[in-house]
């Protein structure tokens, strides 16, 4: 009866608290910094890069304005990408709080802005 109890209790109180996966500035830099997290961490972010250039590419296939408006014959590397992300993060005083997603698009939205 014990056992049910706690089980119950688990799974109702379990499931009414909030998950979130989005990581903060502060965790960004923090995990970088660590050997064993760093390449997860870069990995992470280049799928929240993919993820913002197909929320672009879609907004255009709908003749949407787009989220930014990177030149159609630049094709920017990894390491490009990052470097946009990081010259942003340096330029402008971000709060260790700020979402790492919110910087990525604000990032490219500052570098290709659509005009």
């Known amino acids: 009866m014990t056992r049910t109890l706690v089980i119950i209790f688990a799974l109702v109180f379990g499931a009414s608290t909030p998950a979130c996966a989005e990581m903060t500035l502060q965790s960004y830099e923090h995990l970088l910094k660590n050997p064993q997290y760093a390449d997860q961490t870069q990995i992470y972010i280049i799928g929240v890069i993919e993820g913002l250039e197909w929320a672009n590419a ?3 296939s709908e ?3 787009p989220l930014f408006c ?3 014959k ?3 590397t990894t390491d490009e990408d990052f470097q946009v992300r ?3 993060i340096k ?7 700020t979402y790492v997603g919110l910087i990525a698009l604000k990032a490219f939205q500052q570098t290709f802005p659509c005009s």
């Open 58 to 60: 879609a907004d255009r």
């Open 91 to 97: 330029s402008t005083n971000l709060p260790p709080s």
């Open 74 to 76: 630049l094709d920017l």
């Open 63 to 65: 003749n949407r304005t």
């Open 70 to 72: 990177e030149p159609e």
């Open 86 to 88: 990081n010259d942003f």
